[in-house]
T-cell receptor, first 115, second 114 residues
Framework: DSGVTQTPKHLITATGQRVTLRCSPR?????VYWYQQSLDQGLQFLIQYYNGEERAKGNILERFSAQQFPDLHSELNLSSLELGDSALYFCASSVGPGGASGGYTFGSGTRLTVV | QQQVKQSPQSLIVQKGGISIINCAYE??????FPWYQQFPGKGPALLIAIRPDVSEKKEGRFTISFNKSAKQFSLHIMDSQPGDSATYFCAATGYGGSQGNLIFGKGTKLSVKP
């Protein structure tokens, strides 16, 4: 167990629907990162939150949004889902705004299947 | 565009052999280069990392070699074991780690044959 908890582990939903993925960071970590992993694109950075504030944005679609709550857990909202959104979604956490000092700890991911 | 290019895409090695995975980067501001190991159904786990002020770092059977002038770094797995079979990702980030997000290579699927 890495200490980063992601729920649910699996999610199957229909096109056009909206889902919410949840991440609880490792105790003491203030940063949360969201990554999308697909077979052909590898691990793509979506967005980072640090202590409740958005810190960096990657290739996140406008249909996707995220937030980090006061208790530091984060949610990734995916709406108007398309077949191409099917992927593994990982959350990672780090102590500071960057992970170079203590590293980045990944959760086990949420496998999203859009049918 | 910030990129990290990783090769090969897949690698088959005999037990006891040396596995070598290479990565190249473009952004000279990158200053932290970790390698992650991922087993099926699991999240990536930090294996070993290096900063550009050293040319090599070794932890057990795993060694990172770093060539700053060539903007390349590589992972060597000595005495490869079947349990090492996994997907390996190189990554990079910059600005003393304060930039935040990691930029990943596309991964190398390693199979170690008994």
């Amino acid at each position: 167990d890495s200490g980063v908890t992601q729920t649910p582990k699996h999610l199957i939903t229909a096109t056009g629907q909206r889902v919410t993925l949840r991440c609880s960071p490792r105790s003491g970590d203030l940063s949360v990162y969201w990554y999308q992993q697909s077979l052909d694109q590898g691990l793509q950075f979506l967005i980072q939150y640090y202590n409740g504030e958005e810190r960096a944005k990657g290739n996140i679609l406008e249909r996707f949004s995220a937030q980090q709550f006061p208790d530091l857990h984060s949610e990734l909202n995916l709406s108007s889902l398309e077949l191409g959104d099917s992927a593994l979604y990982f959350c990672a956490s780090s102590v500071g705004p960057g992970g170079a000092s203590g590293g980045y700890t990944f959760g086990s991911g949420t496998r999203l299947t859009v049918v | 565009q910030q990129q990290v290019k990783q090769s090969p895409q897949s690698l088959i090695v005999q037990k006891g052999g040396i596995s070598i995975i290479n990565c190249a980067y473009e952004n000279t501001a990158f200053d932290y280069f970790p390698w992650y190991q991922q087993f099926p159904g699991k999240g990536p786990a930090l294996l070993i990392a290096i900063r550009p002020d050293v040319s090599e770092k070794k932890e057990g059977r795993f060694t990172i070699s770093f060539n700053k002038s060539a903007k390349q770094f590589s992972l060597h797995i000595m005495d490869s074991q079947p349990g090492d079979s996994a997907t390996y990702f190189c990554a990079a980030t910059g600005y003393g780690g304060s930039q935040g997000n990691l930029i990943f290579g596309k991964g190398t699927k390693l199979s170690v044959k008994p």
